[in-house]
């Protein structure tokens, strides 16, 4: 199905998509619960997203709707109350058909860590979605739904995005609310989503955005008309992310992205490059492991296992504390909020955690300056397609490894806007573009990335997987 | 040989707010167990803290209260622990900057004791330890509370209760606290140490944690000063450590040594941006401080009351409440003072009935001295209306269901005169002759022919007169 | 920056969950490679710089009104609570 938010959709589109989802589920494995519909099709609001059917990460709270976040621990959660966009989404006139799988507690780049297992990627099913946010971005890929909520806090919607072929939007921290939704690290999370095509992104964005005062980093700043972007570049400075692209290996992905370029530059668009200090792009991914760590080590200390979630039974409260954490949360997410803790420890905070926020400040503030020669700040979204199930080869101390593959973590840092869309295609697996530009300013974002989605076409693609097609 | 004490005091005081620290929930007492909260207070996955503002102004009075520097930029920290009554697995707390520093509290002695710090903080939720489960209720959980941190300026165990006391009233009066020891609105833990007269160093300190009443912190005092001492005398160390004290053999028992102590991994809450209070809020809370108890003992004497009346007055601040509406409604301050000292406290005493509980009402009181006043009742009749009164009945309504009303009407009183001196013409010629009993002769005839109604002093005075002739 | 088995160990327990034997010796070596990754940090000049904390900080001036704007039922509370006892939470003994 390749139906958009856009369109008109009616009762039948919603059945239709629930049978789609089931069907691709059976190959991608990217469900964790399908919603029955009837309850929310008894009172369908009017709006922009009247009776078209969509899917939430897993790690958004639905009231009365088991919410996982793909964890043990919180595998028989029914949360008692709806995430500020739940209600938005609604209100908007949208049916949750889906919860969809994440990597665990969103804590991952792959979606292998997930509770119900891998999410394939519909291209090709021996490699992996991405993640976190893989079961939403797999669920519009493959054309189950037009529209599906993740969440970003390193790039967990615009990596799968690049791997899945469709659009992956990120909008500036503070503009959509983040009450309800589970966390990962509170001050790198960011609510964002999947469409497949940036028209698509725009209405959502609208539906999405604004101030609400459960979350007291949510902004005040007006929503704009995301919608009447100008996809006009003519004269707009495009600045190349050097600091990326001259790690990337594969020749295939930099000739993709420079024939976009190219077809930019004839749009009138002006290139330049832009750059970072090498030993700052260097120091991104540990950064981001020790603030991502240590943040989330703290923000999960609520899993024990007494108010909620799977509560093993022992002897004292204690020894049920340590039974649920120990049984319900992986060895995966054990590890990493032992290195979280040990970069919070008094005698560590300054060499690891304060370290990291002062490194994070001056990778900031050198972004920030890209953006004072550009309008819009670019790069391949990563250096290759998604990789296999079975893991890859690479070393993790490359450059490559360390700064393409880690790069999008900018936008998380600063906050920015950030949209990946697709490029292009390697070994018939989709690759992404990522565009950026300063706080708030999402509409001038659309229309740079309208622009590009003009020039490589690459508006609406569907993956189907569902038994009709194989 | 001889030891200084040294001993510094935290206390946690429950500020008096409508909802929570961090959510939209009600502080309640004695609601029904774990109905008073929210998806916050229960810190459910994906929930975000949101803060009071009526708990920063009441924070902000105490500091003004405290002559505190006041930072106004607002910031929250985590402090990271794992107990089953923290459902965060955090508190969050101003660990790096609170609220209000450099305070100071004068004692009655005129002592200055130097406050550390005043900051925010969240309560726990109240664990009720049966002999083989324990049971939660979280409507405490959230309460929003003040720290107020003093500098090891106390010297005894009556200074210390001396500190406790001024804090409490100021806490008191500034409605920022109930500031009940005994319903755990305010709780105290005492660090204490030895050392040396003469000497100006610091000995190792111990802290006492949770002491719930005046009483308690005497004994923890003086205990720990003792078991401190004989240790010193004995040749050995004291070592830094919690303790607690139990009351049942009222000695403190240890908790956990500096070895053992927890880190608490401190960092800056993310959830909470820096909040700016204005200049302009600040002149309002400072130019609308409540009365102190200080100020209000001083305006009570100008008013023409004993030192002691006012002290007692205003050592309950329903009291000193009453005295003032009281004196709305009358001119005869003294009398309403007397009333309520001798006679309402002392009900309230035999009663055991908090002077807030009192169906007596302010309007009641101040008609009833009036119409003594006026003479309209005698004294002995208004004891018996007053017993009437405390049962929230109005004044002139019980004088007149009683018919105690007092005719004062001269012109009546004379023509009743008259008639008896028209029957017994022979009084005023006894009266002449020195008979002093005529006159009381006359007053009793008046008053059976009035039904008792003839207001006596009056009657008397005009009987005198037309004995004599004058 | 000290760290062995053992004190890996005793981090997990003050988080209240444990490791095996294994899975212990696996995060002790984790260790190592944070560590070098740490050289990388330290390649960064951070004297003088302030530790960044939010991605934005304006201040803001938002503070809520002190009114009661959301409570659940004690069902709602109690919802997702393994034993209960009139209204109550019912946990196994606190040992600590």
């Given at each position: 199905m390749n139906k958009r938010v856009q369109d008109k959709w009616t009762m039948e589109d919603i059945e239709a998509a629930i049978r789609h989802m089931h069907q691709s589920h059976e190959k991608l494995n990217h469900v964790v619960t399908f919603v029955d519909p009837r309850k929310q099709l008894l009172d369908v609001a009017e709006g922009p997203f009247h009776q078209v059917p969509i899917a939430l990460k897993d790690n958004v709270n639905t009231k009365g709707i088991l919410t996982t976040a793909s964890s043990k621990i919180l595998s028989d959660y029914v949360p008692v109350y709806d995430a500020t966009i739940t209600k938005k989404l609604r209100e908007a006139g949208a049916v949750v058909i889906a919860k969809t799988s994440l990597d665990e507690l969103g804590m991952g780049g792959t979606n292998l860590s997930a509770a119900t297992g891998p999410v394939l990627n519909p291209y090709d099913l021996s490699r992996i979605s991405g993640g976190s946010s893989g079961g939403s971005a797999v669920a519009v890929a493959s054309g189950d739904v037009p529209f599906a909520i993740g969440s970003d806090t390193g790039d967990s919607v615009r990596k799968p995005a690049?791997?899945?072929?469709?659009?992956?939007?990120?909008?500036?921290?503070?503009?959509?609310?983040?009450?309800?939704?589970?966390?990962?690290?509170?001050?790198?999370?960011?609510?964002?989503?999947?469409?497949?095509?940036?028209?698509?992104?725009?209405?959502?964005?609208?539906?999405?955005?604004?101030?609400?005062?459960?979350?007291?980093?949510?902004?005040?700043?007006?929503v704009d008309d995301y919608e009447n972007y100008d996809a006009n570049i003519e004269g707009k400075v495009f600045g190349v992310l050097k600091s990326v692209t001259?790690?990337?290996?594969?020749?295939?992905?930099?000739?993709?992205?420079?024939?976009?370029?190219?077809?930019?530059?004839?749009?009138?668009?002006?290139?330049?490059?832009?750059?970072?200090?090498?030993n700052l792009m260097k120091a991104v991914w540990s950064t981001y492991n020790i603030l991502s760590n240590c943040e989330a080590t703290a923000n999960h200390s609520n899993l024990d296992g007494?108010?909620?979630?799977?509560?093993?039974?022992?002897?004292?409260?204690?020894?049920?504390?340590?039974?649920?954490?120990?049984?319900?949360?992986?060895?995966?997410?054990?590890?990493?909020?032992?290195?979280?803790?040990?970069?919070?420890?008094?005698?560590?905070?300054?060499?690891?955690?304060?370290?990291?926020?002062?490194?994070?400040?001056?990778?900031?503030?050198?972004?920030?300056?890209?953006?004072?020669?550009?309008?819009?700040?670019?790069?391949?979204?990563?250096?290759?397609?998604?990789?296999?199930?079975?893991?890859?080869?690479?070393?993790?101390?490359?450059?490559?490894?360390?700064?393409?593959?880690?790069?999008?973590?900018?936008?998380?840092?600063?906050?920015?806007?950030?949209?990946?869309?697709?490029?292009?295609?390697?070994?018939?697996?989709?690759?992404?573009?990522?565009?950026?530009?300063?706080?708030?300013?999402?509409?001038?974002?659309?229309?740079?990335?309208?622009?590009?989605?003009e020039v490589t076409g690459y508006a609406d693609m569907v993956k189907e997987v569902g038994k009709d097609e194989l | 040989m001889n030891f200084e004490v040294i001993i510094g005091i935290e206390i946690h005081c429950e500020l008096k707010t409508t909802t929570k620290m961090f959510s939209g929930a009600p502080v309640t007492f004695g609601q029904a167990p774990n109905s008073a909260v929210n998806e916050i207070d229960l810190a459910h996955p994906g929930t975000l803290p949101c803060v009071n503002k009526e708990a920063v102004r009441?924070?902000?009075?105490?500091?003004?209260?405290?002559?505190?520097?006041?930072?106004?930029?607002?910031?929250?920290?985590?402090?990271?622990?794992?107990?089953?009554?923290?459902?965060?697995?955090?508190?969050?707390?101003?660990?790096?900057?609170?609220?209000?520093?450099?305070?100071?509290?004068?004692?009655?002695?005129?002592?200055?004791?130097?406050?550390?710090?005043?900051?925010?903080?969240?309560?726990?939720?109240?664990?009720?330890?049966?002999?083989?489960?324990?049971?939660?209720?979280?409507?405490?959980?959230?309460?929003?509370?003040?720290?107020?941190?003093?500098?090891?300026?106390?010297?005894?165990?009556?200074?210390?209760?001396?500190?406790?006391?001024?804090?409490?009233?100021?806490?008191?009066?500034?409605?920022?606290?109930?500031?009940?020891?005994?319903?755990?609105?305010?709780?105290?833990?005492?660090?204490?140490?030895?050392?040396?007269?003469?000497?100006?160093?610091?000995?190792?300190?111990?802290?006492?944690?949770?002491?719930?009443?005046?009483?308690?912190?005497?004994?923890?005092?003086?205990?720990?000063?003792?078991?401190?001492?004989?240790?010193?005398?004995?040749?050995?160390?004291?070592?830094?450590?919690?303790?607690?004290?139990?009351?049942?053999?009222?000695?403190?028992?240890?908790?956990?040594?500096?070895?053992?102590?927890?880190?608490?991994?401190?960092?800056?809450?993310?959830?909470?941006?820096?909040?700016?209070?204005?200049?302009?809020?600040?002149?309002?809370?400072?130019?609308?401080?409540?009365?102190?108890?200080?100020?209000?003992?001083?305006?009570?004497?100008?008013?023409?009351?004993?030192?002691?009346?006012?002290?007692?007055?205003?050592?309950?601040?329903?009291?000193?409440?009453?005295?003032?509406?009281?004196?709305?409604?009358?001119?005869?301050?003294?009398?309403?003072?007397?009333?309520?000292?001798?006679?309402?406290?002392?009900?309230?005493?035999?009663?055991?009935?908090?002077?807030?509980?009192?169906?007596?009402?302010?309007?009641?009181?101040?008609?009833?001295?009036?119409?003594?006043?006026?003479?309209?009742?005698?004294?002995?009749?208004?004891?018996?209306?007053?017993?009437?009164?405390?049962?929230?009945?109005?004044?002139?309504?019980?004088?007149?269901?009683?018919?105690?009303?007092?005719?004062?009407?001269?012109?009546?009183?004379?023509?009743?005169?008259?008639?008896v001196l028209a029957e017994n013409p022979q009084l005023i010629a006894d009266y002449r002759a020195g008979k002093d009993r005529s006159l009381g002769f006359v007053v009793g005839q008046v008053m059976k022919k009035s039904q008792g109604k003839a207001n006596p002093a009056l009657t008397s005075d005009l009987a005198k007169k037309a004995l004599s002739g004058q | 920056m000290k760290h062995d088995q053992a004190f890996v160990i005793q981090l997990a327990n003050q988080l209240m969950f444990t490791l095996s034997e294994n899975e212990a010796r696996e995060i002790n070596e984790d260790f190592d490679v944070l560590l070098a990754q740490l050289d990388l940090l330290d390649d960064v000049n951070t004297e003088n710089v302030e530790p960044m904390a939010y991605p934005f900080e304006d201040e803001t001036d938002f503070l809520r009104e002190d009114v009661v704007s959301h409570v659940i039922t004690q069902d709602e509370a109690l919802a997702n609570v393994k034993v209960e006892d009139a209204g109550l939470i019912v946990v196994p003994k606190v040992v600590k």
């Open positions: 690049s791997f899945c072929g469709i659009t992956g939007t990120k909008p500036t921290y503070g503009r959509i609310s983040r009450y309800g939704i589970i966390p990962y690290a509170s001050s790198l999370d960011h609510v964002a989503f999947f469409t497949r095509n940036v028209k698509d992104a725009a209405i959502g964005l609208g539906v999405l955005a604004g101030r609400d005062d459960h979350d007291m980093t949510s902004s005040f700043l007006p001259d790690y990337i290996e594969d020749a295939r992905v930099l000739a993709l992205f420079d024939q976009l370029l190219d077809k930019l530059k004839a749009k009138g668009a002006i290139i330049k490059e832009v750059e970072i200090p090498y007494l108010r909620f979630g799977v509560g093993v039974s022992g002897e004292s409260v204690e020894e049920v504390m340590t039974k649920s954490r120990t049984q319900g949360l992986s060895f995966y997410i054990r590890r990493r909020f032992v290195t979280g803790s040990y970069g919070l420890l008094q005698e560590n905070q300054e060499k690891l955690f304060k370290k990291a926020q002062r490194v994070r400040r001056l990778i900031v503030e050198a972004y920030r300056q890209c953006f004072e020669a550009a309008d819009v700040v670019l790069a391949p979204a990563s250096g290759r397609i998604a990789t296999k199930l079975s893991g890859s080869d690479s070393d993790p101390m490359s450059d490559e490894s360390l700064i393409v593959e880690n790069w999008l973590v900018l936008g998380n840092f600063s906050g920015y806007p950030s949209v990946t869309l697709p490029m292009g295609f390697v070994d018939e697996c989709p690759i992404g573009v990522n565009l950026n530009t300063l706080p708030f300013t999402e509409k001038q974002l659309f229309g740079y990335c309208a622009a590009v989605e | 009441k924070a902000l009075l105490a500091c003004y209260a405290c002559h505190c520097e006041i930072d106004t930029l607002v910031r929250f920290d985590r402090k990271n622990y794992y107990y089953s009554d923290l459902p965060k697995g955090y508190q969050i707390t101003q660990q790096f900057h609170p609220i209000g520093s450099h305070g100071y509290i004068t004692l009655s002695t005129g002592k200055k004791v130097r406050l550390n710090r005043i900051h925010m903080e969240e309560d726990t939720a109240k664990q009720f330890h049966l002999s083989d489960k324990t049971e939660m209720d979280f409507n405490r959980a959230g309460v929003p509370l003040v720290e107020i941190v003093s500098e090891p300026d106390l010297r005894s165990s009556a200074e210390a209760i001396d500190y406790v006391n001024q804090l409490r009233e100021i806490l008191e009066y500034l409605d920022v606290s109930d500031a009940k020891m005994e319903e755990g609105s305010i709780r105290c833990d005492i660090n204490i140490s030895l050392r040396p007269y003469g000497y100006d160093g610091f000995g190792t300190k111990v802290e006492i944690k949770n002491l719930n009443s005046l009483a308690n912190i005497e004994r923890a005092i003086e205990f720990e000063s003792e078991r401190q001492s004989e240790l010193y005398l004995r040749g050995k160390s004291v070592i830094q450590e919690t303790r607690r004290f139990d009351e049942a053999s009222r000695t403190t028992k240890s908790m956990r040594t500096k070895e053992t102590a927890l880190d608490y991994k401190y960092f800056p809450e993310p959830n909470i941006f820096p909040i700016r209070l204005s200049e302009k809020w600040l002149k309002e809370i400072q130019d609308n401080m409540p009365e102190s108890a200080k100020a209000k003992r001083e305006r009570f004497v100008g008013l023409g009351l004993s030192e002691t009346d006012a002290a007692i007055l205003v050592s309950q601040r329903p009291l000193a409440a009453f005295f003032e509406e009281t004196i709305q409604y009358t001119d005869q301050i003294k009398a309403v003072a007397n009333w309520l000292l001798v006679d309402t406290l002392g009900y309230c005493n035999k009663e055991n009935l908090p002077v807030a509980d009192l169906k007596l009402k302010p309007k009641a009181l101040a008609d009833l001295i009036d119409l003594i006043q006026n003479k309209t009742i005698s004294s002995k009749q208004a004891k018996e209306v007053f017993a009437q009164l405390l049962e929230g009945r109005d004044a002139g309504e019980v004088v007149k269901s009683k018919g105690m009303t007092q005719v004062s009407d001269a012109g009546f009183i004379q023509s009743l005169i008259d008639e | -």
